[in-house]
């Protein structure tokens, strides 16, 4: 059973695509993203550095395409398996922004559809971060029941639930201060380097928007079995899925259940999409004796097309 996974924000790097740029192909396809998408990803992915690709109009597109980039050179366009692969031996997740990519992956949304909800919902949630003084901060450690209530205590938001022991609280930048001089016992409070705080009330603004964005969408059911970060499940219905893209700006992304569903499953290898690293990273902590494999690079293809003959 293979698991293939989609990064959230914050795994982009300074010039992570312009390995993939050597093929003509990879450059023209970038290059018509970069209209719908509403941003230059060519230049965003090759030439700007941290501080310029750390901005939410820019990196969740970025993350969008990168995932998508790499799946077709691994011969996952949307609603299509890889070789011979079972569908039934197969299950897609992403996290946060990551769910866009894995949706279209699953055949709910085209590439056109992924790629224009995530220019709205980006620059939706840069308008709302930028409104307001939110951030966030990882809190590693400590007994889950004991942070979660010192989170809500500070007035917080427990936004994302990654695994075992990482909790990220999310709210005003004067709260997560506060939490970072007063933390749980045996935690530690590790501020991010975010615009806002995402998957919270503070985002509500672009939940609205991408509500309106979205009202035309013609979406089909997942072709493939597609976990939810609202709750770790598998979701059946193309509409719902979308509804719950929608919903996911403010509500909390649940990853320790969808790892928990993989394990469920019998999972048993994951396979994480370009910017890969950091989802595989979770699954080594919370899916003890899972095989992973992170695409990073083009060189990393033939390792990919080999890991998924050998899960799916």
């Known amino acids: 059973m293979l698991a293939i996974v989609c990064p959230g924000q914050g795994s982009q790097t300074s010039g992570f695509l312009a390995p993939w740029l050597e093929e003509a192909d990879s450059r023209e396809t970038l290059q018509a993203w970069s209209e719908v998408a509403g941003t230059d990803l060519l230049l965003h992915g090759t030439e700007s550095d941290e501080e310029t690709i750390r901005d939410t109009a820019v990196a969740q597109p970025l993350i969008v395409a990168a995932s998508l980039l ?24 992403g996290h946060s922004v990551g769910e866009v990519p894995a949706a279209a992956l699953a055949g709910v949304l085209t590439e056109k559809q992924a790629l224009t909800l995530i220019r709205v919902r980006a620059q939706g949630m840069a308008e709302a971060a930028a409104a307001e003084s939110t951030s966030m901060a990882a809190v590693v450690g400590g007994i889950e029941d004991e942070v979660r209530e010192s989170i809500t205590s500070h007035g917080l938001t427990p936004a994302n639930a990654n695994g075992p022991g990482q909790i990220v609280a999310a709210g005003t930048a004067e709260r997560i201060a506060a939490l970072e001089a007063a933390p749980p016992a045996r935690a530690r409070v590790i501020p991010l380097k975010v615009a806002g705080a995402f998957h919270t009330e503070h985002m509500a603004p672009a939940q609205q928007a991408l509500t309106n964005a979205v009202a035309d969408f013609e979406v089909a059911d997942p072709e493939v079995r597609l976990l939810s970060n609202r709750d770790g499940q598998a979701v059946a219905s193309g509409a719902e899925v979308l509804d719950r893209l929608v919903d996911q700006v403010t509500r909390p992304v649940r990853w320790d259940l969808c790892m928990e569903s993989m394990k469920a499953a019998g999972v048993t290898g994951v396979l994480e999409l370009l910017p890969g690293g950091t989802l595989t990273g979770l699954a080594k902590r919370g899916l003890k004796g899972v095989a992973s494999l992170a695409v990073k690079s083009p060189s990393d293809l033939d390792s990919a097309r080999d890991f998924i003959r050998d899960h799916a």
């Open 70 to 93: 790499a799946a077709r050179a691994l011969g996952l366009a949307p609603g299509m398996r890889p070789g011979d692969a079972d569908a039934a031996q197969l299950m897609l997740a």
